[in-house]
């Protein structure tokens, strides 16, 4: 057994909790990406749950959801892997982070 004490690792979702409240661009960069997630119903809990990142690097889920008119129950059940948000809620979040939702040509268009 080593006698030698190792630091402490943080946990990787506490480390990008951490990028996130530490830089918007990346934030935005963040939250971009992973929402192109939910046009996939197989990945669309990777938008969700970085969406649910962001609002705890913003303030935490409490403060979001209060901010966005919605009850903190309400915003966890959104924002879990098997979340299916309104348009409405998706927004109200989006705006209480600072962001908002825009749109984008696909990457191949339709014939």
């Known amino acids: 057994m080593s006698k ?8 990787h979702s506490e480390a990008t909790i951490a990028e996130l409240r530490a ?7 963040y939250l971009k990406s992973a929402l192109e997630e939910l046009d996939d119903p ?9 969406l649910r990142d962001v609002a705890e690097a913003r303030g935490g889920l409490a403060a979001i959801a209060q901010e966005a008119g ?10 879990s ?8 809620t998706l927004l109200a979040v989006l705006h ?16």
Do not use: Q
């Open 81 to 88: 892997p098997s979340g299916n948000p309104t348009l409405k």
């Open 4 to 11: 030698h004490k190792h630091a402490a690792s943080v946990p």
């Open 70 to 79: 919605i009850t903190r129950e309400a915003l966890y059940r959104a924002l």
């Open 42 to 50: 197989e990945h669309r809990a990777v938008g969700l749950l970085a």
């Open 96 to 111: 209480a982070v600072g962001m908002r939702l825009s749109v984008s040509p696909a990457e191949a268009a339709p014939v």
């Open 23 to 29: 830089d918007r661009a990346f934030a935005v960069e």
